[in-house]
């Protein structure tokens, strides 16, 4: 044990990372090191990287070098999918880094820092002198011992990996092959994360529809979902990351059952043409995803879909993007993001080089955001007036004199933010909410006041 040292944390990436993080903090301060909110002061500096695109791998080095310039002293330690991405490599390409250690050995951190602080000969798993490679990694089970870093909600890691051969991923090649996390120990955790206040729980995997597939069971992700679902204090589940071809039949019908799972499902379809969808290695085609957005919209009374888009990918000619912007304008997709498509070493993709150029591709971006900002203006005007459920974070970050929210159909970081202009609430609690006024995406209500302050959701 040491007591007197002290370390901050940097999480970047995606909310698996965010898990990741939270497991962090509740290993070293389980093992008596305190966290310290000024990283110049700290001395251990913890960054768990991410390392998916070129540009995640430029922020994630640079924290590095900032971390170090701010901190001379401290002992850094990066981890997270750098490490797993470079390997050996990063030894050479960053001495600053006093430790480099893989994700599925964050529980050796304290050991491998009081091995290395004290002057002692470092563990062999995880130190300086090596990186786990492929044949390392092996993800134990879901883990209840995290520190909660959001109010109210939290996310639900339910496997690591992906078994998929989409043609531009490193995913595969970063976090393996897809490792479904145990049912009993996923229901524990959430059981743990109710019993902290989480209300409203966030599945999240590279793949969610492929729950369970790496053990023969087809039927997991459903059942998971129902035991999940009898967990008390939990009001909402969402859903996020579900694969086009994969989404259970079974799902429309848990959904409109259940007082708890969200009509709202994150699909990413990342384009619409035949071509393109091919070039990419995803095995299916445009109008299977026009029939599987119909019938989910007829069967999920309310659904509310959100899906990402990639543009210029070296397949995509003029044709082929016309036939996605007319996509995106018919279709109506509730919530989109865009990203341009950004060759990665290491991918089948990578090897056809990148025909399209950065203004294009951005062009072409930006013009996909407009079509659909036009249609979520018209969207959030007409819930002027309306009331929807709402869950509370806490006071903005902009001001002291607003709360902060999010309606049922707003996930975190990516879908706006409610924000409370009269009401009183505490974070975690889901109140009704009026809605008075729309910006962009974000709006702004008022809270119903109610006698228990806490509703369950009824989106209707």
Request: aromatic fraction near 8%; glycine fraction near 6%; charge should be neutral.
């Amino acid at each position: 044990m040491i007591p007197n040292k002290s370390f901050h944390l940097i999480s970047l990436g995606c909310p698996k990372n965010r898990v990741d993080s939270e497991k962090i903090l509740f290993t070293m301060t389980s093992a008596g090191f305190v966290y310290a909110e000024d990283p110049a002061r700290a001395d251990v500096l913890v960054v768990n990287t991410c390392a998916f695109i070129e540009p995640a791998v430029e922020e994630s080095i640079d924290t590095v070098f900032d971390y170090r310039d701010e901190n001379k002293k401290a002992f850094l330690v990066v981890t997270g999918c750098l490490p797993l991405r470079y390997k050996q490599d990063l030894k050479k390409a960053l001495p600053e880094v006093d430790l480099f250690l893989t994700p599925d050995k964050i529980q050796n951190l304290p050991k491998l820092l009081q091995s290395h602080i004290t002057g002692k000969k470092a563990a062999s798993q995880g130190s300086h002198s090596r990186c786990a490679t492929e044949t390392d990694r092996k993800y134990s089970s879901a883990s209840a011992s995290r520190i909660l870093t959001t109010p109210g909600y939290a996310y639900l890691k339910i496997a690591e990996g992906c078994s998929r051969s989409c043609h531009y991923c490193t995913i595969p090649s970063i976090r393996g092959p897809l490792h479904s996390f145990d049912s009993d120990s996923l229901k524990a955790e959430a059981t743990y994360l109710a019993a902290q206040g989480v209300r409203e729980l966030i599945l999240v995997a590279q793949d969610l529809t492929a729950y369970g597939l790496d053990s023969g069971k087809k039927k997991a992700l459903v059942q998971l979902i129902r035991n999940l679902d009898m967990i008390e204090n939990i009001k909402w589940i969402r859903l996020m990351y579900l694969y086009p071809d994969t989404i259970p039949s079974a799902l429309p019908e848990l959904i409109r059952e259940s007082g708890k799972v969200l009509p709202y499902l994150d699909i990413p379809i990342q384009h619409i043409s035949a071509k393109v969808l091919r070039a990419m290695g995803r095995p299916w085609k445009g109008d299977r995803i026009k029939r599987m957005i119909n019938r989910l919209r007829k069967e999920i009374p309310g659904v509310v879909l959100r899906t990402t888009l990639m543009v210029g990918y070296p397949a995509e000619g003029e044709k082929e993007f016309r036939e996605l912007r007319d996509f995106v304008a018919s279709t109506e997709i509730e919530k989109v993001g865009v990203f341009t498509y950004s060759p990665e070493e290491g991918t089948s993709a990578f090897e056809t080089g990148d025909p399209i150029c950065t203004e294009l591709k951005k062009a072409r971006a930006q013009e996909i955001r407009s079509i659909h900002s036009r249609f979520e203006n018209k969207r959030n005007k007409s819930k002027i007036g309306k009331i929807e459920d709402a869950l509370i974070e806490g006071v903005a970050s902009e001001t002291e004199f607003l709360l902060q929210a999010r309606a049922w159909d707003q996930a975190p970081e990516i879908d706006g933010t409610l924000y409370i202009t009269s009401g009183n609430a505490v974070a975690g609690e889901i109140h009704r909410v009026r809605i008075t006024e729309c910006y962009g995406s974000d709006l702004f209500g008022e809270i119903i006041p109610s006698p228990s302050g806490i509703t369950s959701l009824d989106p209707t």
